[in-house]
């Protein structure tokens, strides 16, 4: 009988952006997280906790699956985290040892990627002035991101229709591979009003967002479920409710996907992260 395998798809939600533990800094009650100097480091420190943390090993926990391969990575886009997803899987045989599940959760659909000297940069186009403080993005990021948004016009359809199109690769080289997927949305201010265009252009069967009627990520009032820094994301309760969501999801509309037995051990790795072709293409 084959074993489960968990893959989680996204960004810094995927990742676990947000746990932080405040015994790993010099932690100051209601300083926000762009006001440290040394956020850099501090990020750095916790991104073990992010891993172990976050919503993915939970709902591997909660589907009762024996392995998980998380590839969250903070800042990354849709088509950025395809390309990753292809840069790892795509000549692998995973389906003749696993009974695998693809999760995608899906970022901002503005966010786009592209190739540079041999690696994929991913390219936030919506910067606040906080982070572009803490990351030190160059002028020429920035430029491009605004000429991007300035270039498409309406940041919601064409980010949706750009956004789909990447979702229904994933879906074929899903189906080509042996793998079942599904995704949803985190973005409800950005989804909700546009449930009827997003439901047309994605593929139903994967989607667990349009039969969605609860928030997957807590609201902003759950003080208690968001970091502690102000980040912007959710902490570790944030992401039990985020689990806790997804399983509800899942057991209503595909409950064929959650495992009968519990495995004598839980195994999870992370493996955010692109391939680097300059070292590898002369």
């Given at each position: 009988?084959?074993?489960?395998?968990?893959?989680?798809?996204?960004?810094?939600?995927?990742?676990?952006?947000?746990?932080?533990?405040?015994?790993?800094?010099?932690?100051?009650?209601?300083?926000?997280?762009?006001?440290?100097?040394?956020?850099?480091?501090?990020?750095?420190?916790?991104?073990?906790?992010?891993?172990?943390?976050?919503?993915?090993?939970?709902?591997?926990?909660?589907?009762?699956?024996?392995?998980?391969?998380?590839?969250?990575?903070?800042?990354?886009?849709?088509?950025?985290?395809?390309?990753?997803?292809?840069?790892?899987?795509?000549?692998?045989?995973?389906?003749?040892?696993?009974?695998?599940?693809?999760?995608?959760?899906?970022?901002?659909?503005?966010?786009?990627?592209?190739?540079?000297?041999?690696?994929?940069?991913?390219?936030?186009?919506?910067?606040?002035?906080?982070?572009?403080?803490?990351?030190?993005?160059?002028?020429?990021?920035?430029?491009?991101?605004?000429?991007?948004?300035?270039?498409?016009?309406?940041?919601?359809?064409?980010?949706?229709?750009e956004q789909s199109f990447y979702v229904k690769?994933?879906?074929?080289?899903?189906?080509?591979?042996?793998?079942?997927?599904?995704?949803?949305?985190?973005?409800?201010?950005?989804?909700?009003?546009?449930?009827?265009?997003?439901?047309?252009?994605?593929?139903?069967?994967?989607?667990?967002?349009?039969?969605?009627?609860?928030?997957?990520?807590?609201?902003?009032?759950?003080?208690?479920?968001?970091?502690?820094?102000?980040?912007?994301?959710?902490?570790?309760?944030?992401?039990?409710?985020?689990?806790?969501?997804?399983?509800?999801?899942?057991?209503?509309?595909?409950?064929?996907?959650?495992?009968?037995?519990?495995?004598?051990?839980?195994?999870?790795?992370?493996?955010?992260?692109?391939?680097?072709?300059?070292?590898?293409?002369?």
């Amino acid at each position: 009988m084959k074993q489960k395998l968990l893959i989680t798809v996204g960004c810094s939600v995927t990742e676990g952006y947000g746990c932080f533990d405040p015994a790993t800094f010099n932690y100051i009650h209601g300083k926000k997280y762009y006001e440290y100097s040394d956020f850099s480091d501090i990020f750095k420190k916790n991104r073990l906790n992010f891993h172990n943390k976050g919503w993915p090993p939970r709902l591997q926990k909660k589907l009762k699956y024996d392995k998980l391969i998380n590839l969250g990575l903070s800042g990354s886009s849709t088509s950025g985290q395809l390309k990753m997803f292809i840069e790892k899987f795509y000549d692998t045989t995973l389906s003749e040892k696993y009974d695998v599940l693809v999760f995608w959760l899906l970022t901002h659909q503005s966010r786009i990627s592209f190739y540079r000297d041999g690696l994929n940069v991913d390219i936030l186009p919506h910067l606040t002035n906080e982070i572009q403080k803490v990351h030190k993005f160059s002028n020429e990021y920035i430029e491009i991101g605004m000429g991007y948004l300035n270039f498409i016009k309406d940041v919601v359809r064409d980010g949706l229709l750009e956004q789909s199109f990447y979702v229904k690769l994933m879906e074929i080289v899903c189906k080509e591979k042996g793998f079942n997927f599904l995704f949803t949305a985190m973005e409800p201010k950005a989804y909700k009003q546009h449930v009827e265009s997003f439901s047309k252009l994605f593929p139903r069967e994967h989607d667990l967002y349009s039969t969605n009627n609860v928030d997957i990520v807590p609201k902003k009032e759950e003080v208690e479920k968001w970091s502690l820094l102000d980040c912007g994301h959710p902490n570790e309760l944030g992401y039990e409710h985020m689990a806790n969501m997804m399983y509800g999801l899942i057991s209503e509309h595909k409950s064929y996907l959650i495992n009968k037995d519990t495995p004598q051990k839980f195994e999870h790795s992370y493996e955010g992260g692109y391939k680097n072709y300059s070292e590898i293409l002369v």
